[in-house]
């Protein structure tokens, strides 16, 4: 059967289908790596969200519970006001926690894990549902007074639904992790199938890499109809004159390689039998020639002194080519020059504008201490308020002293107790004074950090008026050196000029060579005819054809 595809057509064919198989492969497997890739870390994600959920509510659930038992154990108004704020806060965190919490686990795939996720989901709201109002009832009652009742509330209440929560949470955590080693392990199996998909498809790919090769191979071997090493001892014979007849052709297949050559091998033995033949009539044209061969001489002579005036003024082009060239190389060191003035321009700027960001950077930190010093004037101001109570206080117990002095007697005991208390609200008035002195210290040392910061700030900004003012000096060397270019640019130019005046006297000269040229073209139109003949025939046919072997 003949064959319809080129060699080059087979081979395209072959390595195309592998190369598709490879790349169908490849493409199945990186899809299926990625795909197992994202769907495990989905789950570690997902996982790992819902145990830094739980564990937060519980620290907050926990925190909640150990403010509400301060404010029943503790006795100063500032103190439980802070304790009530954090109680409210752990409550507002523990609300927003478990509502994300809710939404983690409804967002899980379907399976026996959502479903114990969200009863033990349903658990802990339950039990908050519960705990925190009674959390915020022993606040209340903790600042109401009512502390017996608040330590019965959290001894019956708080603490066995802590406990419950505690447990709760803790079985969910458990559950995660549950959840956390199945995922992982059914990851490892999905790996373990892949691998062995991959392997399949890789032996499948290599058996069809086989067979494609065995086809190309029986494929070209039809096509040459022998080896290609044999192939080209033959070409090798033809090319350097051996025409004779070719054995191998004999076992040749029709249409292939081999056959080719037997038929490029007969039509060339008989091409070289009719060169032979017309070589014979060259010698008879030559002679033809030789006439015509003088007169062209002639004109060939006069062209050479034509010529040689070319060759001056060539030669004094070319002077004035050398001076451009000279001109040129210095405009291209000029350049260089100058480039190299604007790097070192654009190095000081951009030093010029780390300093200035630097110094963006002292301003902030310079900020940040004025901050601060406003926050400590606030404190003070509180401490003074503090002093003004205890101030007045001690006013009031003063006068009712006085009173109590008056009435003298049995009932200067009644004096000794209020002496107590203006001492005890004198001690008070010392602490706070006593602060007041740290805070104004601590006010100070903030100040002299912020006059300091500013020195360091206005050192910068000197540092960055230097770095421009050599960035203009830079500049100004640039504007010099181009200038320098411009003028060599000018020297070139004026160079040009003379090159055209040369140019001038060039086409002159070539005018008159052309004007000869056409004198020995039409004394050698006679020869025309018979140099026809000889460019066909060439002057060494006979030569030549001495290598062929008929």
């Known amino acids: 059967m003949k064959d319809i595809l080129s060699v080059k057509a087979r081979l395209g064919l072959g390595f195309g289908s592998l190369f598709l198989l490879v790349l169908i492969i490849s493409a199945i497997s990186i899809f299926s790596l990625s795909d197992a890739n994202n769907r495990f870390f989905r789950y570690v994600d997902g996982i790992g969200k819902r145990k830094e959920l739980s564990s937060e509510l519980l620290l907050a659930a926990q925190q909640r519970a150990v403010s509400a038992r301060n404010l029943v154990l503790i006795?100063?108004?500032?103190?439980?006001?802070?304790?009530?704020?954090?109680?409210?806060?752990?409550?507002?965190?523990?609300?927003?926690?478990?509502?994300?919490?809710?939404?983690?686990?409804?967002?899980?795939?379907?399976?026996?894990?959502?479903?114990?996720?969200?009863?033990?989901?349903?658990?802990?709201?339950?039990?908050?549902?519960?705990?925190?109002?009674?959390?915020?009832?022993?606040?209340?009652l903790a600042l109401n007074g009512d502390k017996d009742a608040a330590v019965v509330k959290i001894n019956n209440d708080c603490e066995p639904l802590l406990r419950k929560l505690v447990e709760v949470v803790t079985k969910f955590i458990a559950l995660e992790e549950q959840t956390s080693a199945a995922n992982v392990m059914h990851s490892q199996d999905e790996y373990e199938l892949q691998r062995n998909q991959l392997i399949a498809f890789c032996l499948v790919a290599a058996i069809i890499a086989l067979a494609l090769t065995l086809v190309i191979t029986r494929g070209l071997d039809r096509a040459l109809g022998t080896e290609p090493s044999i192939l080209s001892g033959i070409a090798q014979r033809i090319?350097?004159?051996?025409?004779?007849?070719?054995?191998?052709?004999?076992?040749?297949?029709?249409?292939?390689?081999?056959?080719s050559f037997g038929q490029m091998q007969a039509s060339l033995s008989a091409l070289i039998s009719e060169v032979h033949n017309s070589s014979n009539v060259i010698s008879g044209s030559a002679q033809e020639l030789s006439a015509a061969t003088e007169q062209t001489r002639m004109g060939v002579s006069q062209q050479r002194l034509e010529i040689d005036q070319v060759a001056t003024a060539i030669h004094e082009m070319a002077a004035t080519v050398m001076e451009?060239?000279?001109?040129?190389?210095?405009?291209?060191?000029?350049?260089?020059?100058?480039?190299?003035q604007a790097q070192t321009g654009g190095v000081t700027a951009k030093q010029a504008v780390a300093q200035i960001?630097?110094?963006?950077?002292?301003?902030?930190?310079?900020?940040?201490?004025?901050?601060?010093?406003?926050?400590?004037?606030?404190?003070?101001?509180?401490?003074?308020?503090?002093?003004?109570?205890?101030?007045?206080?001690?006013?009031?117990?003063?006068?009712?002293?006085?009173?109590?002095?008056?009435?003298?007697?049995?009932?200067?005991?009644?004096?000794?107790?209020?002496?107590?208390?203006?001492?005890?609200?004198?001690r008070h008035t010392q602490g706070a004074t006593q602060e007041i002195e740290t805070l104004i210290a601590s006010l100070r040392n903030i100040s002299e950090d912020?006059?300091?910061?500013?020195?360091?700030?206005?050192?910068?900004?000197?540092?960055?008026?230097?770095?421009?003012?050599?960035?203009?000096?830079?500049?100004?060397a640039i504007t010099t050196m181009i200038s320098n270019i411009q003028e060599m640019v000018r020297q070139i130019a004026t160079a040009g000029e003379e090159q055209?005046?040369?140019?001038?006297?060039?086409?002159?000269?070539?005018?008159?060579?052309?004007?000869?040229?056409?004198?020995?073209?039409?004394?050698?139109e006679h020869t025309a005819a018979s140099s026809m003949s000889l460019a066909k025939l060439g002057g060494t046919l006979k030569q030549q054809l001495e290598r062929f072997q008929i």
Do not use: W
């Open 357 to 426: 960001e630097h110094l963006a950077t002292e301003v902030s930190n310079t900020s940040q201490a004025m901050l601060r010093l406003k926050q400590e004037s606030e404190h003070i101001e509180g401490v003074l308020n503090v002093i003004k109570s205890v101030a007045d206080q001690t006013n009031l117990l003063a006068l009712n002293a006085a009173i109590e002095a008056a009435r003298a007697g049995e009932a200067g005991r009644g004096f000794a107790v209020v002496a107590d208390e203006v001492r005890n609200l004198a």
């Open 450 to 476: 912020a006059v300091e910061r500013m020195e360091v700030c206005r050192g910068l900004t000197d540092k960055a008026v230097l770095q421009i003012s050599d960035t203009d000096v830079s500049v100004t």
């Open 500 to 524: 055209s005046a040369v140019a001038e006297e060039i086409s002159r000269s070539v005018t008159r060579v052309r004007d000869i040229s056409d004198q020995s073209a039409a004394s050698s």
């Open 239 to 259: 090319a350097s004159g051996d025409i004779r007849a070719i054995d191998e052709i004999k076992t040749a297949r029709p249409g292939s390689v081999l056959a």
């Open 324 to 340: 451009v060239a000279h001109n040129s190389e210095s405009a291209a060191n000029a350049a260089a020059t100058a480039d190299q």
């Open 75 to 140: 006795n100063s108004s500032t103190v439980r006001v802070d304790e009530k704020n954090i109680v409210n806060n752990a409550h507002r965190k523990v609300g927003e926690l478990l509502r994300e919490l809710t939404a983690s686990v409804e967002a899980m795939s379907p399976g026996e894990e959502r479903v114990e996720a969200q009863r033990l989901i349903s658990d802990i709201q339950q039990i908050e549902s519960l705990y925190g109002p009674v959390a915020l009832n022993i606040v209340d």
